[in-house]
């Protein structure tokens, strides 16, 4: 039996090299040619998909083989293989995909320019390895997926135009309805708010406390004195009673969270009983006039709660909280 020549080893060792080289050629990387939002493309805003916490999606368009599969930190909320592309709808402030594929590998944590905004459409075009590494290659441009470098590379370099300004997509319209408190002395007083708003809206608010004083023949200071100076005695029997009406604007300042003011009218009443059974109105602790609110409300699935402060006349004083639903 003949062992083999020192020539058959080295071409047998040659063979092996480019069985290697080939297996390594056909492992080809794909790429993410370009990102982009469409903010003209009104698919995310029209017809929205929530996530769990009720909340509008992004949605990101991608343009590539049907065979990928994603994921973000945030989860995916709904894919759905549309003509040509394939719709991915992710929760408002996502940053990074991965993007995994049967034959070409993975692409993992792909950093968006910018974190993805609810409602608003996004296009993400992939480039597909060509079939061989010797081929001549297309000039692409190619975004790196690296997080640090956003310069794109060219073969032959095409002026990239710039994409128009992106505008704020008008927000759905909310209705809120809420049960308001307000708590000062014995007697919390309660109320409806009502409000109708986008980004920016408007309320009304009416509260009371349902205590009517009674019949007043006259008045006295806050120590008990009368206008000629005299001062009677009391029983210490003493009654309040408070209302207001009060109207104004709802503005939303980030994720959920609201701020409201208002300005409207308001009385607090306090009488004082004297011996002889006759009730007069100290006029110190009794407040007319002018009132106004201000105080924050925030929305969570269809719950809304609020905290805030009310007044009349800058004199008299209440904390007002709030729970209710929006829809």
């Known amino acids: 039996m003949k062992h083999p020549s020192y020539f058959h080893l080295r071409l047998l060792f040659f063979l092996l090299l480019c069985i290697g080289g080939s297996i390594h050629l056909i492992a080809q990387d794909f ?16 017809d929205p998909v929530r996530d769990l916490n009720d909340e509008a999606c992004a949605l990101v368009k991608v343009v590539g083989d049907k065979d990928f599969v994603f994921s973000t930190p945030l989860g995916i909320v709904k894919r759905k293989n549309d003509v040509g592309e394939i719709w991915l709808y992710v929760p408002r402030g996502t940053v990074l995909l991965t993007l995994k ?9 792909y950093r968006f320019p910018t974190a993805l905004e609810s409602r608003m459409t996004y296009e993400l075009v992939v480039e597909s390895p060509p079939d061989h590494r010797w081929s001549k290659k297309p000039t692409t441009l190619v975004a790196s997926p690296h997080p ?3 310069t794109l590379h060219a073969t032959n370099p095409l002026p990239v135009p710039e ?6 997509p008008v927000e759905r319209l909310h209705y809120l309805a809420l049960l308001n ?9 309660v109320g409806i708010r009502l409000a109708l708003m986008r980004r920016h809206g408007a309320y009304l608010l009416a509260q009371t406390d ?6 007043t023949a006259g008045e006295c200071d806050r120590n008990g004195n009368l206008p000629d100076g005299g001062t009677p005695y009391y029983t210490g029997e003493t009654q309040d009673g408070r209302w207001m009406i009060l109207a104004g604007g709802i503005h939303r300042l980030v994720h959920e969270l609201c701020l409201y003011e208002g300005i409207g009218y308001g009385q607090h009443n306090t009488a004082w009983e004297q011996h002889d ?8 602790l009794t407040h007319r006039g002018v009132s106004a609110e201000a105080g924050l409300l925030y929305r969570f699935y269809r719950i ?14 209440e904390a007002s909280v709030g729970i209710g639903v929006h829809f």
């Open 181 to 189: 408190m307000g708590f000062h002395g014995r007697h919390p007083s």
């Open 304 to 317: 809304a709660v609020s905290a805030g402060v009310q007044t009349i006349q800058g004199k008299y004083w």
């Open 163 to 168: 994409p128009p300004t992106p505008r704020r």
């Open 148 to 150: 640090l470098d956003t």
């Open 101 to 109: 594929h049967p034959r070409w590998g993975v692409l993992r944590d």
């Open 210 to 215: 349902f205590h009517a004083t009674p019949h």
């Open 31 to 46: 790429r993410v040619r370009t990102f982009r939002m469409l903010p003209n493309d009104i698919s995310a805003y029209i």
């Open 277 to 284: 059974g006759i009730w007069l109105r100290n006029k110190d």
